[in-house]
C-alpha cells in the first residue's frame, strides 16, 4: 500500500505559525483568517497523530513533538522555496502589449504598474500608446483600454473597467491667489483643455448652469497629460476625468475646486485580442482588481 502523503499546505501553515509563535500573525503573513491557519494546523496534528502547539488563553507555543518537527521541516521547505525562485529566474520573461491611450498611460497605467511587476515579474508589460480605436490599430496588442463600446474588433469580447467623471482641479498656489468658491469665480480663470476633449468646459457649464461669462482666458494643448501638467505649473484650471487624477490630488500637486459639480464621462472597458498570449489574463485580473479598489 502507498505512503500518505502529508499536506503540504498545512506544512507551509505550520512553519509560518511556529516561525511567529502565532497564528494571528501567520494569518496575517499567508493573507487568510485565523481560522484557516487553526484548521490547517489540526488538519495537521491529526494527519500525525500528535499536538504540535500547546494552546493557551491568546498564545500559542510549540510543543515537544513541534519543535522536532518545525527543526525538520522549517530548512526543507526553505530549500523547496529557494529551489522553485532558482528555476523561476531561468525561466524565460513573457512580454504583453498593452494598448492605450497617451494620457491614460501617464496619469494611470504607468504609477500602477509596479505593483503589477513586483507580482508578476516573469512577465514584461509592454506599453503602446495609440489615439485611434483598437479595431483600427496598426500594432498588435494583447489588451486595449478604451472608453465605450464603439471601435472595437468585432471579435473581442470586451468587459467594463473604470466609471469616471470629471472634476475642476488647479494647482494649490493659484487657488490661494484667486479662490474659485463659486461658478461666479470661473470668470477670473484661465479654462485649460485638450483637443482631444475640447467641447468638456462647455459641457460641464452647461450641464452645471454655470453662467454665461467670458473666462480670463483659453489654453488648449494636444493631449490631456500636457493640460494637467499646464494645471499643476499654475497656468490655468482644468476639467479633468477623475481617473486620471488620484496621484495628482494624492500628492498635493492638484486640488479639487467646486468638488459637488461633477459630469458622468462613458466608462472605460477592457477587451482582450483573440490571439492573445495567456499572460495577458494576468493583466485583465489586475485591471479587475485596480477597478474594485477604485470603486
Same mark, same amino acid.
Given at each position: 500500500?502507498? $505512503?500518505?502523503?502529508?499536506?503540504?499546505?498545512?506544512?507551509?501553515?505550520?512553519?509560518?505559525?511556529?516561525?511567529?509563535?502565532?497564528?494571528?500573525? #501567520?494569518?496575517?503573513?499567508?493573507?487568510?483568517?485565523? =481560522?484557516?491557519?487553526?484548521?490547517?494546523?489540526?488538519?495537521?496534528?491529526?494527519?500525525?497523530?500528535?499536538?504540535?502547539?500547546?494552546? @493557551?488563553?491568546?498564545?500559542?507555543?510549540?510543543?515537544?513533538?513541534?519543535?522536532?518537527?518545525?527543526?525538520?521541516?522549517?530548512?526543507?521547505?526553505?530549500?523547496?522555496?529557494?529551489?522553485?525562485?532558482?528555476?523561476?529566474?531561468?525561466?524565460?520573461?513573457?512580454?504583453? /502589449?498593452?494598448?492605450? @491611450?497617451?494620457?491614460?498611460?501617464?496619469?494611470?497605467?504607468?504609477? /500602477?504598474?509596479?505593483?503589477?511587476?513586483? @507580482?508578476?515579474?516573469?512577465?514584461?508589460?509592454?506599453?503602446? $500608446?495609440?489615439?485611434?480605436?483598437? %479595431?483600427?490599430?496598426?500594432? =498588435?496588442?494583447?489588451?486595449?483600454?478604451?472608453?465605450?463600446?464603439?471601435?472595437?474588433?468585432?471579435?473581442?469580447?470586451?468587459?467594463?473597467?473604470?466609471?469616471?467623471?470629471?472634476?475642476?482641479? +488647479?494647482?494649490?498656489?493659484?487657488?490661494?491667489?484667486?479662490?474659485?468658491?463659486?461658478?461666479?469665480? &470661473?470668470?477670473?480663470?484661465?479654462?485649460?483643455?485638450?483637443?482631444?476633449?475640447?467641447?468638456?468646459?462647455?459641457?460641464?457649464?452647461?450641464?452645471? +448652469?454655470?453662467?454665461?461669462?467670458?473666462?480670463?482666458?483659453?489654453?488648449?494643448?494636444?493631449?490631456?497629460?500636457?493640460?494637467?501638467?499646464?494645471?499643476?505649473?499654475?497656468?490655468?484650471?482644468? &476639467? #479633468?476625468?477623475?481617473?486620471?487624477?488620484?496621484?495628482?490630488?494624492?500628492?498635493?500637486?492638484?486640488?479639487?475646486?467646486?468638488? %459637488?459639480?461633477?459630469?458622468?464621462?462613458?466608462?472605460?472597458?477592457?477587451?482582450?485580442?483573440?490571439? #492573445?498570449?495567456?499572460?495577458? /489574463?494576468?493583466? %485583465?485580473?489586475?485591471?479587475?482588481?485596480?477597478?474594485?479598489?477604485?470603486?
Amino acid at each position: 500500500m502507498p $505512503t500518505r502523503e502529508p499536506p503540504l499546505n498545512a506544512i507551509r501553515v505550520f512553519v509560518a505559525a511556529a516561525r511567529h509563535q502565532s497564528f494571528t500573525r #501567520a494569518a496575517v503573513e499567508l493573507h487568510v483568517t485565523h =481560522g484557516a491557519v487553526s484548521r490547517q494546523i489540526r488538519s495537521l496534528e491529526e494527519f500525525l497523530g500528535v499536538a504540535l502547539f500547546e494552546r @493557551r488563553i491568546r498564545q500559542v507555543t510549540l510543543s515537544a513533538e513541534g519543535q522536532q518537527f518545525f527543526a525538520e521541516v522549517g530548512p526543507a521547505l526553505e530549500q523547496i522555496g529557494a529551489a522553485a525562485r532558482a528555476l523561476g529566474r531561468e525561466a524565460p520573461v513573457r512580454a504583453v /502589449r498593452i494598448n492605450v @491611450r497617451p494620457s491614460f498611460a501617464v496619469r494611470w497605467l504607468i504609477p /500602477r504598474l509596479p505593483s503589477f511587476v513586483e @507580482r508578476h515579474p516573469d512577465i514584461e508589460p509592454q506599453v503602446v $500608446t495609440s489615439t485611434v480605436a483598437p %479595431a483600427q490599430a496598426a500594432d =498588435g496588442f494583447d489588451i486595449a483600454v478604451r472608453r465605450g463600446l464603439e471601435g472595437w474588433p468585432p471579435s473581442m469580447r470586451v468587459s467594463p473597467f473604470l466609471d469616471d467623471e470629471v472634476l475642476v482641479v +488647479g494647482a494649490p498656489a493659484l487657488f490661494r491667489s484667486q479662490p474659485l468658491a463659486d461658478l461666479r469665480a &470661473l470668470a477670473s480663470h484661465v479654462l485649460l483643455s485638450a483637443k482631444t476633449r475640447k467641447s468638456d468646459w462647455d459641457d460641464w457649464k452647461k450641464q452645471v +448652469g454655470a453662467p454665461r461669462t467670458k473666462p480670463a482666458g483659453r489654453l488648449q494643448f494636444d493631449h490631456l497629460h500636457f493640460v494637467l501638467q499646464a494645471a499643476v505649473d499654475g497656468l490655468g484650471i482644468a &476639467l #479633468a476625468p477623475t481617473s486620471l487624477l488620484a496621484h495628482d490630488l494624492v500628492s498635493g500637486r492638484l486640488q479639487p475646486a467646486l468638488p %459637488a459639480l461633477r459630469m458622468p464621462l462613458t466608462r472605460y472597458y477592457y477587451g482582450l485580442a483573440p490571439d #492573445a498570449v495567456p499572460e495577458a /489574463r494576468c493583466v %485583465a485580473e489586475w485591471f479587475e482588481e485596480e477597478m474594485r479598489r477604485a470603486q
